[in-house]
């Protein structure tokens, strides 16, 4: 699971392939995973849900792990990153993003029939991944006026010093862009308008 230096995979791909080649144990990622989950509950934290960084949770065979782990912890709120298969928003999108938009909804689907058998809840309606890094204040409005009835979640990326993240992320992702989205006042009429009620995981 780590390399010589006793370090995780820093990208995402590079897990992926050493997972289904057989060259990760999984009992080293469940130790991994329950010690992450024991940091949190030793830190006092009220655990309202489970996520991963790249959704690596809803991955076949890692899904199963962190099910298990979350029902073993009492924890049944997780994160199902399954947006629409048609859904664009107005986001002219690359072939690449599209093709892991995909990818990554069909994992989830996979992940969410064993998350319904287990008793999980998990908001119905997911937005935010073709558009991952780019939501403006267009793109947001677009979601809102096309909100499904029952619970979605909105994936963002907010930030405050674009030049600072910049450094430190090579995402070229628009993070003042996302944030400002989210403090418009003609978004936030337009939930006043649709009566959209905002909550997150742990009023879920």
Known sequence: ????????????????????????????????????????????????????????????????????LCSAFGIKKIRMPQEGWFWRGGFNSTAGRLIGREGLSFCSALAKMKARQARFVYPQHFFGMLAGGNLNEFLVGEIIRNLPDGVSEIMTHPGMDAESLEKTFSWQYHWEDELQAFLSEKNKCLLEQKKVTLINFGGL
């Open 1 to 68: 699971l780590v390399d010589e230096d006793g370090l995780l995979p820093a990208d995402y791909t590079v897990f992926a392939k050493r997972w289904y080649a057989g060259r990760i144990k999984k009992a080293e990622v469940v130790s991994e995973l329950q010690a992450q989950i024991e940091r949190g509950l030793s830190c006092g934290l009220e655990i309202t849900h489970v996520d991963s960084h790249q959704h690596l949770h809803v991955l076949p065979g890692i899904a199963d792990i962190v099910l298990d």
